[in-house]
T-cell receptor, first 115, second 114 residues
Framework: EPEVTQTPSHQVTQMGQEVILRCVPI?????FYWYRQILGQKVEFLVS????????KSEIFDDQFSVERPDGSNFTLKIRSTKLEDSAMYFC?????????????FGPGTRLTVL | AQSVTQLGSHVSVSEGALVLLRCNYS??????LFWYVQYPNQGLQLLLK??????LVKGINGFEAEFKKSETSFHLTKPSAHMSDAAEYFC????????????FGQGTRLTINP
């Protein structure tokens, strides 16, 4: 069964460093998303991406964040200069066409720890 | 804007007992509603979804949920809890088709007592 994969599973970084979180969405999906979940809190939307551009972003997704689909398979989230408060679980998700009623398939997540 | 409220951050039931996890939503347009489950150290798995067809929706692992527009609710139930149901459950809402985001509730941690 197709699934969304994410690497690495755990990333530890120093404050101020750049990190890139990687995701491989399901191959025929068209819409891609990043969400984050700070420990003990709810899952929050960060950004959605369609047709090689951002379609919506939240207030959390400031200039420190960027997304890219560098090739036909990967979808990346870059944080330019990490802050302590960026420590969270980051989930990638993808969905196919609108006929799927936005059933989003989630990856296992990357736990980011900023020291 | 859409929002979701899950009543009860922790719910504890005995094995074999009824599971009821509450979810109320707010949306200015007809919503799509979802329940996701998260097992420890894992991602989010879709349990079931409401997409404006039948108001009683059946999902995986014996769970079901009923959409009640008048109450703006989408409560999740299971007649008989199993130990393997212990997990975090998230209710989520989205609107319109296309690349729309999911808005999640705070989550409810379900504990099953033997």
């Amino acid at each position: 069964e197709p699934e969304v994969t994410q690497t690495p599973s755990h990333q530890v970084t120093q404050m101020g460093q750049e990190v890139i979180l990687r995701c491989v969405p399901i191959s025929n999906h068209l819409y891609f998303y990043w969400y984050r979940q700070i420990l003990g809190q709810k899952v929050e939307f960060l950004v959605s991406f369609y047709n090689n551009e951002i379609s919506e972003k939240s207030e959390i997704f400031d200039d420190q964040f960027s997304v890219e689909r560098p090739d036909g398979s990967n979808f990346t989230l870059k944080i330019r200069s990490t802050k302590l408060e960026d420590s969270a679980m980051y989930f990638c998700a993808s969905t196919g066409t609108s006929g799927n009623y936005n059933e989003q398939f989630f990856g296992p997540g990357t736990r980011l720890t900023v020291l | 804007a859409q929002s979701v409220t899950q009543l009860g951050s922790h719910v504890s039931v005995s094995e074999g007992a009824l599971v009821l996890l509450r979810c109320n939503y707010s949306s200015s347009v007809p919503p799509y509603l979802f329940w996701y489950v998260q097992y420890p150290n894992q991602g989010l798995q879709l349990l079931l979804k409401y997409t404006s067809a039948a108001t009683l929706v059946k999902g995986i692992n014996g769970f079901e949920a009923e959409f009640k527009k008048s109450e703006t609710s989408f409560h999740l139930t299971k007649p008989s809890a199993h130990m393997s149901d212990a997990a975090e459950y998230f209710c989520a809402v989205s609107v319109r088709q296309g690349a729309q985001k999911l808005v999640f509730g705070q989550g409810t941690r379900l504990t099953i007592n033997p």
